[in-house]
């Protein structure tokens, strides 16, 4: 199974500030990664696809970058509706993994 | 707009069968590009993908090997579902469980989810 860690497990920022979560594959998985918000009690949702690709609806301050085993996800401006929970999830086989998460919270 | 609604007991006996529905609304469970996956959540074990059926000509699963010998996923085309059967579940089976829609090519990601079902195992 391809192993996705992700980095901080838990990262504080404040309104407005530039934020970078990293996650890393076990393996050469191409750009074939996908990265979800989840907030308390909620199913996740998806952000980004393929890397770099912005889901339809999500605000462009959300970007995606990386391919190989090394992928990032920035967010430009924290806004207040972006404190959650951040995964990344790999689709380039079976099964499909996940990281383990980066809460971000208030600082 | 893709809904997926599921349903099914939040409570399962040790050694017995936890059994889920989600119900399609907006796309159908025979769709040629999309497959239909369950994916659970607990403290202990994160995200963890356990498999998943689609139609292309004719039907497939996919299971994760940490499941295999216990999962069933089967879509009924009559109602445009899809279940989720586990065997034999014990505690480490504790869980939210989500039903989700994906595809089958490599760039694929979860589009649409259900609300999630929190399955507790006991006695």
């Known amino acids: 199974d391809i192993q996705m860690t992700q980095s901080p497990s838990s990262l504080s920022a404040s309104i407005g500030d530039r934020v970078t979560i990293t996650c890393r594959a076990s393996q050469s998985i191409s750009s074939y990664v996908n990265w979800y918000q989840q907030k308390s009690g909620k199913a996740p949702k998806v952000l980004m696809y393929?890397?770099?690709s912005l889901q339809s609806g999500v605000p462009s301050r959300f970007t995606g970058s990386g391919s190989g085993t090394d992928f990032t996800l920035t967010i430009s401006s924290l806004q207040p509706e972006d404190f959650a929970t951040y995964f990344c999830q790999q689709s380039y086989s079976i099964p499909y993994t996940f990281g383990q998460g980066t809460k971000l919270e208030i600082k | 707009q893709v809904q997926l609604q599921q349903s099914g007991p939040g409570l399962v006996t040790p050694s017995q069968t936890l059994s889920l529905t989600c119900v399609i609304s907006?796309?159908?469970?025979?769709?040629?590009?999309?497959?239909w996956n369950w994916i659970r959540q607990s403290p202990s074990r994160g995200l963890e993908w356990l498999g998943r059926t689609y139609y292309r000509s004719k039907w497939y699963n996919d299971y994760a090997v940490s499941v295999k010998s216990r999962i069933t996923i089967n879509p009924d085309t009559s109602k445009n579902q899809f279940s989720l059967q586990l065997n034999s579940v014990n505690p480490e089976d504790m869980a939210v469980y989500f039903c989700?829609?994906?595809?089958?090519?490599?760039?694929?990601?979860?589009?649409?989810w259900g609300q999630g079902t929190l399955v507790t195992v006991s006695s």
């Open positions: 989700a829609r994906g595809g089958t090519v490599t760039t694929n990601w979860f589009d649409a």
């Open positions: 393929g890397a770099s």
């Open positions: 907006g796309d159908s469970v025979s769709s040629n590009s999309a497959a």
